[in-house]
Nanobody, 119 residues
Framework: VQLQASGGGLVQPGGSLRLSCAAS????????IGWFRQAPGKEREGVSC?????????YYADSVKGRFTISRDNAKNTVYLQMNSLKPEDTAVYYC????????????WGQGTLVTVSS
């Protein structure tokens, strides 16, 4: 049972990246999924989450609203985070987790993918 976060990299301010959170060993359909990030020297913060229902209700932190879009492709067992208009302050390690916006002790976490926004 594993979550694999990928898609990070170095991008210039104003650029875009798409992060992927792929599950193996279980089906993501039934889980709320959240994206979190942790910048150097800062605490981990919630970025966005999506519910398990077919309607896929979503939540975004104010700092990313209008720039980031979370989506899910159940056929690919993957949740995505499309990040546009990236800013230097978006630089962080990004993690995905089950449990939506509030993962608990029994939830799964991906290993993290580094996003660096710099010119």
């Amino acid at each position: 049972v594993q979550l694999q976060a990928s898609g990070g990299g170095l991008v210039q301010p104003g650029g875009s990246l798409r992060l992927s959170c792929a599950a193996s060993g279980f089906t993501l359909d039934y889980y709320d999924i959240g994206w979190f990030r942790q910048a150097p020297g800062k605490e981990r913060e919630g970025v966005s989450c999506i519910s398990s229902e077919s309607a896929g209700s979503t939540y975004y932190a104010d700092s990313v609203k209008g720039r980031f879009t979370i989506s899910r492709d159940n056929a690919k067992n993957t949740v995505y985070l499309q990040m546009n208009s990236l800013k230097p302050e978006d630089t962080a390690v990004y993690y995905c987790a089950t449990g939506g916006c509030g993962p608990g002790p029994g939830d799964y976490w991906g290993q993290g993918t580094l996003v660096t926004v710099s010119s």
